[in-house]
């Protein structure tokens, strides 16, 4: 199977200083990660908030650049030096579906205009009649009717913004769509709808997705494969059915816990995930975790490979006889 995206031992630090002289603290928002998005399938990050998954994300899209580390879109590859071309394909192919359908909309802007406005930045020689049909396709793909290109934002209820914004994403023929906590905004009864008609896209033209959200029911709905970050690191990877049905970390177990209450064999976990200015030592989830013995707390964890496509960064992982 070909590879949309691949991930290598990327990582991302951020000088942060505490006073006018003091001296600078490294934030590691995202440290030694790595992984593969097949193409035409979903790659779902899930974690907390402050987990380092819209750092990933915004280097992805190169709204950041990393530390260390490089990012390849087939045989393209982007990191300390991108070529000018590579950028520019980039910036057509790799698009983004952001969390808030409002704040991401202009509100002074009617529907029509705001779907179109990427073509425009790109300056691509449409007539007025081949922009007008283009955009009457791209409404009607997601599940909108044409005279909503009057329309302003502010008409529209929060489902109906969210697919004028993923109808931007598709305006430029992309090959990937960076879906940042798409339906987190949405109320519950929306969500689904929307969930639904990405895969629908997905499947019509072939698109592949990097999911982000902090919610495992979403991910799992959604992806085809999981990984799972905790303090900008990979506490856990695998396909949909190794996260779900074999999961092998205390901190994913704590993430089905939480999305489904009565699950059997999941622990909820209390506290606040650290602060990455001060991560623990040793295995970074120790404080959290209802599993930790000295060893957590002082060294690393080795990563258990527990198949060809799963594995655990853990000492005792939860499916092993230790």
């Known amino acids: 199977m070909s590879t949309a995206i691949r991930v290598t031992d990327l990582a991302r630090t951020f000088p942060v200083r505490g006073g006018l002289f003091s001296q600078p603290r490294m934030l590691r928002a995202v440290e030694n990660a790595s992984f593969a998005l097949p193409s035409g399938g979903t790659f779902g990050l899930v974690g907390e908030s402050g987990s380092g998954k819209s750092t990933l994300a915004k280097i992805v ?22 070529r000018d071309s590579d950028r520019r394909w980039r910036q057509r192919a790799v698009q983004a579906v952001l969390q808030d359908p409002f704040g991401s909309l202009d509100p002074q802007m009617n529907i029509g205009d705001i779907v179109l406005e990427p073509l425009r930045i790109q300056r691509r020689g449409f007539a007025r009649d081949a922009l007008e049909k283009r955009l009457d396709e791209l409404l009607a793909q997601v599940g909108l009717p044409a005279e909503f290109k009057r329309r302003r934002p502010g008409e529209l209820s929060g489902g109906q913004r969210q697919r004028v914004a993923i109808a931007r994403a598709l305006v430029l023929e992309p090959e990937i769509l960076v879906l940042d906590e798409p339906v987190s905004a949405l ?40 990984g799972v970050l905790y303090l900008g690191r990979f506490m856990e990877q695998g396909t949909r059915e190794d996260i779900v049905q074999r999961a092998g970390h205390p901190y994913t177990h704590a993430l089905i816990a939480a999305c489904e209450p009565d699950a059997l064999d999941v622990q909820a976990i209390g506290g606040e995930i650290p602060s990455p200015l001060a991560p623990p030592a040793g295995c970074v989830f120790h404080t959290r975790c209802p599993c930790a013995r000295d060893v957590c707390r002082e060294d690393a964890p080795p990563v258990h490979r527990l198949s060809a496509t799963h594995h655990v960064t853990c000492h005792f992982p939860l499916t092993s006889k230790a």
Request: proline share 2%; net charge negative.
């Open 61 to 82: 899209l190169g709204a950041d650049q990393p530390t260390r580390g490089e990012v390849r879109f087939g045989d393209r590859v982007f990191g300390k030096e991108t």
């Open 187 to 226: 109320d519950v009864s929306i969500q689904a709808q929307v969930l639904n008609l990405l895969k629908d896209l997905q499947d019509a033209l072939g698109l592949s997705y990097l999911l982000i959200s902090h919610d495992l029911a979403v991910v799992a709905f959604m992806s085809s494969h999981i």
